[in-house]
């Protein structure tokens, strides 16, 4: 039977990829503890379409 916890699944997504213009999108996985962060995880990270460290945020 699986955990059952605080701990779910977000996706993270690239803030600049929209507005680029490029086409796909850059998308990341995660987790969290909603209990410890019920805010939205904003991370730096790398975004290959772009070739630059980007933010992304959490969505959904």
């Given at each position: 039977?699986?955990?059952?916890?605080n701990?779910?699944?977000?996706?993270?997504?690239?803030?600049?990829?929209?507005?680029?213009?490029?086409?796909?999108?850059?998308?990341?996985?995660?987790?969290?503890?909603?209990?410890?962060?019920?805010?939205?995880?904003?991370?730096?990270?790398?975004?290959?379409?772009?070739?630059?460290?980007?933010?992304?945020?959490?969505?959904?």
């Amino acid at each position: 039977m699986a955990k059952k916890g605080n701990r779910v699944q977000v996706i993270l997504e690239c803030t600049e990829h929209k507005t680029s213009g490029m086409p796909g999108t850059s998308r990341y996985i995660t987790t969290k503890n909603k209990k410890n962060t019920p805010e939205r995880l904003e991370f730096k990270k790398f975004n290959a379409t772009l070739k630059k460290v980007t933010v992304h945020k959490e969505i959904k």
